[in-house]
């Protein structure tokens, strides 16, 4: 399933680049409700609708090389594993349940947005279902040791996993990188993880 879902992801990044435009209007992450009408440099514009596929189609677009390539280099290193420990069914409904979990907290995080009056915006990347995966991977391995790209100290994953949490919602409570969806990347993380405890019968689930 990982090298399924590599190959989709690339496949469909490279048809973004006949119309990237048709791609991101009808399958990126718009907000729930009545399409907005907002002002841009070139006029004003209709904000285009939000439909149910979007909950799993943004996961297969993003908005440039490096977008996909780090998305892409962290599904194979840490989906790979994670498959490998538990087979490819449950890795694939643990996929799609922290993309889609991701995606649904990110809606309530434009809603937000947008009552506080900000402008809609569309969200896509895999990044949602790839930090469910880190998270599956620092409490399958925690003790395994990681060596970042940009520093040669090696971390246990339990601590990668922790710190990474723990930035991700730092920024996005201050508001920094306001262009990276921080929420639905914690998004993922929370639904992987009662999706883990429910496997394992354990709180919140445990009565």
Request: positive net charge; charged residues 10%; contains cysteine.
């Amino acid at each position: 399933m990982v090298r399924l879902l590599l190959l989709i992801n690339i496949l469909v990044y490279l048809a973004q680049s006949t119309g990237p435009g048709e791609w991101i209007v009808h399958y990126a992450l718009w907000p729930s409700g009545d399409p907005a009408v907002i002002r841009t440099d070139s006029g004003w514009t209709q904000v285009p609708p939000f439909h149910l596929w979007q909950l799993v189609s943004y996961g297969f677009l993003h908005g440039s090389f490096s977008h996909l390539f780090l998305n892409m280099f962290a599904l194979w290193m840490f989906g790979s594993a994670v498959e490998r420990y538990w087979g490819t069914a449950r890795f694939t409904v643990y996929y799609f349940v922290c993309l889609i979990g991701a995606g649904l907290v990110q809606l309530a995080v434009m809603h937000l947005h947008l009552q506080a009056g900000g402008a809609p915006y569309p969200t896509l990347g895999a990044s949602g279902a790839v930090f469910g995966l880190l998270l599956a991977f620092g409490m399958m391995f925690p003790e395994q040791r990681i060596i970042l790209l940009f520093s040669p100290i090696p971390l246990k994953a339990k601590w990668f996993v922790l710190g990474y949490g723990a930035l991700e919602l730092f920024f996005g409570v201050a508001g920094i990188a306001s262009n990276i969806a921080h929420f639905a990347h914690l998004g993922g993380m929370l639904f992987g993880f009662l999706l883990i405890q429910f496997w394992r019968r354990r709180f919140p689930f445990a009565f």
